[in-house]
């Protein structure tokens, strides 16, 4: 059955965001594709798909304008099926893995107002849709292996580390929320390195084909209320 989608950071063609948009488009589903700025890799992309992609320019640093983007949301359809939560932005440390005595701390903070609030200001925002869902319906977080505590080996990268090791708790609390009503399923998934740049070129997946890989895990998780919060894009359980 045909799912109406929300996916946010999505304006980079060839990025996960942009590829979770292409493989719910071409499933059937109706896909709403949030941005902080127009995207013409989208709006070619609408072209094709002028019915079921919907463009919605969303600042999840913002409170208000995640409200806006919910009512807008809402006006169209009647529920949403599932959220992939993917956008993130670090500190300007990050792309040069400054080591910590050369990084900007005052710069951690907007940070995580974006990338470990914001995901949480989408779900608040969009939950009354979440309710309306026909099934059981789905919240994802991207998360990444660089989020566990247990493996870290991490001595710089504190920005990117802590956004995702705090994503994965606010993951768990809100399992922890929706479990005894079983109207929501929530996971955090560890992506892999995925080819979304040049400085990936050597990384071992391809964004649009790992898109699919991991869209059949969240289906395979929909109904699995089994206590898992934590999983990489194999379906396997990761440690915190």
């Known amino acids: 059955m045909a799912q109406n989608v929300l996916v946010t950071g999505?304006?980079?063609?060839?990025?996960?965001?942009?590829?979770?948009?292409?493989?719910?488009?071409?499933?059937?589903?109706?896909?709403?594709?949030?941005?902080?700025?127009?995207?013409?890799?989208?709006?070619?992309?609408?072209?094709q798909y002028p019915d079921r992609l919907h463009i919605l320019e969303m600042d999840i640093g913002s409170t208000a304008s995640v409200r806006a983007a919910a009512e807008e949301v809402a006006r169209l359809v009647p529920c949403l099926d599932l959220i992939i939560n993917n956008a993130v932005v670090t500190t300007p440390d990050y792309p040069v893995h400054n080591p910590f005595e050369e990084m900007t701390l005052d710069n951690i903070a907007g940070a995580f107002d974006v990338s470990t609030v914001g995901p949480l200001r989408v779900i608040q925002a969009m939950q009354p849709l979440l309710?309306?869902?026909?099934?059981?319906?789905?919240?994802?977080?991207?998360?990444?292996g660089a989020g566990c505590i247990t493996?870290?080996?991490n001595d710089r990268d504190l920005d990117y580390c802590m956004i995702k090791c705090a994503m994965n708790m606010s993951s768990k609390i809100l399992y922890n929320k929706y479990e005894a009503e079983k109207k929501v399923r929530v996971l955090a998934i560890h992506p892999?390195?995925?080819?979304?740049?040049?400085?990936?070129?050597?990384?071992?997946?391809?964004?649009?084909e790992h898109s699919e890989r991991m869209r059949k895990v969240f289906e395979a998780r929909r109904e699995s209320f089994d206590g898992v919060v934590f999983i990489d894009y194999d379906n396997r359980e990761m440690p915190w």
């Open 10 to 47: 999505t304006g980079r063609e060839g990025a996960l965001g942009y590829c979770f948009v292409l493989t719910y488009l071409k499933q059937g589903d109706t896909v709403f594709a949030t941005v902080r700025k127009p995207s013409p890799a989208l709006e070619k992309l609408k072209e």
């Open 131 to 144: 309710y309306q869902s026909a099934g059981t319906a789905m919240v994802v977080n991207i998360s990444s």
């Open 151 to 153: 493996t870290c080996r």
């Open 192 to 208: 892999g390195w995925m080819r979304t740049n040049a400085g990936n070129a050597k990384a071992p997946f391809d964004p649009y």
